[in-house]
C-alpha cells in the first residue's frame, strides 16, 4: 500500500471554526489531491497540487484552501467552516509518469461540522 | 467538464456469475482510466489502470476495456466471490484532474 496518512481521522467542529486537515505521503509523489465524498455525488475534487507551492482549484474549491510547503503534506483548510462541509474528505497522490499514473488514495477524514 | 455515468447503479448477483459493470464518459480526450474499488468506510483501492492508448488491461479475474472514441469502459468480474462485494468506481482523467463516476454498489451472494 501508498503510505499515506490523514490526519485527524475523524473531527467534529462548530460551524465557524477554521478546521485544517493533513495529508502526508511517504512516496515522494508530485501529485497530491484532495477530494470530497457525499452520497449521490461521488467523489469531487476540491484542490490538487503539482509541486511545491503549486496547487490549482478543482470542482468544489470555493470556501477551501490548501498549502503545501514541502513534497510530502498537502493540508486542507476550510476558514470557517460550514455544515455543508460536513463530508468524508480523501487525499491522494499519483506520480503521473506514464504507465505509473495511478492515483492512490489515502483511508479518509470524517468531518462533521455542527 | 467531464461527466461521468456509471450503469448500473447497484448489482445483486450468486456467487460464480460472471460479470460487467459499465463506465461512460462525455469527453473523450482522456490521458487514461482508472478503476477502483471502495469497501464501506474504507478508502478506494485501485484496480487497474487503462492508458489511453491501450485497450485492456487484466489482473487476476479482471478485465478492464476502453473505447476511448464511444467514452466507454468496461470492468469484467469473473467468476465472482463474496468477497468482491464492494461498490466498483471508474475515474477517466483530463489535464491534471480525474473524475469519478457515483459508483455501482456489488453484492455477490453466497
Known amino acids: 500500500d501508498a503510505g499515506i496518512t490523514q490526519s485527524p481521522r475523524h473531527k467534529v467542529t462548530e460551524t465557524g471554526t477554521p478546521v485544517t486537515l493533513r495529508c502526508h505521503q511517504t512516496?515522494?509523489?508530485?501529485?497530491m489531491y484532495w477530494y470530497r465524498q457525499d452520497p449521490g455525488h461521488g467523489l469531487r475534487l476540491i484542490h490538487y497540487?503539482?509541486?511545491?507551492?503549486?496547487?490549482d482549484k478543482g470542482e468544489v474549491s470555493d470556501g477551501y484552501s490548501v498549502s503545501r510547503s514541502k513534497t510530502e503534506d498537502f493540508l486542507l483548510t476550510l476558514e470557517s467552516a460550514t455544515s455543508s462541509q460536513t463530508s468524508v474528505y480523501f487525499c491522494?497522490?499519483?506520480?503521473?509518469?506514464?504507465?505509473?499514473?495511478?492515483?492512490?488514495f489515502g483511508p479518509g477524514t470524517r468531518l462533521t461540522v455542527l | 467538464k467531464q461527466e461521468v455515468t456509471q450503469i448500473p447503479a447497484a448489482l445483486s448477483v450468486p456467487e460464480g456469475e460472471n460479470l460487467v459493470l459499465n463506465c461512460s464518459f462525455t469527453d473523450s480526450a482522456i490521458y487514461n482510466l482508472q478503476w477502483f474499488r471502495q469497501d464501506p468506510g474504507k478508502g478506494l483501492t485501485s484496480l487497474l489502470l487503462i492508458q489511453s492508448s491501450q485497450r485492456e488491461q487484466t489482473s487476476g479475474r479482471l478485465n478492464a476495456s476502453l473505447d476511448k472514441s464511444s467514452g466507454r469502459s468496461t470492468l469484467y468480474i469473473a467468476a465472482s466471490q463474496p468477497g468482491d462485494s464492494a461498490t466498483y468506481l471508474c475515474?477517466?482523467?483530463?489535464?491534471?484532474?480525474?473524475?469519478f463516476g457515483t459508483g455501482t454498489s456489488l453484492t455477490v451472494i453466497p
Open positions: 497540487s503539482y509541486g511545491v507551492k503549486d496547487t
Open positions: 512516496e515522494n509523489h508530485r501529485y
Open positions: 491522494a497522490i499519483s506520480d503521473r509518469q506514464y504507465r505509473t499514473d495511478t492515483q492512490y
Open positions: 475515474a477517466p482523467s483530463t489535464g491534471n484532474q480525474f473524475y
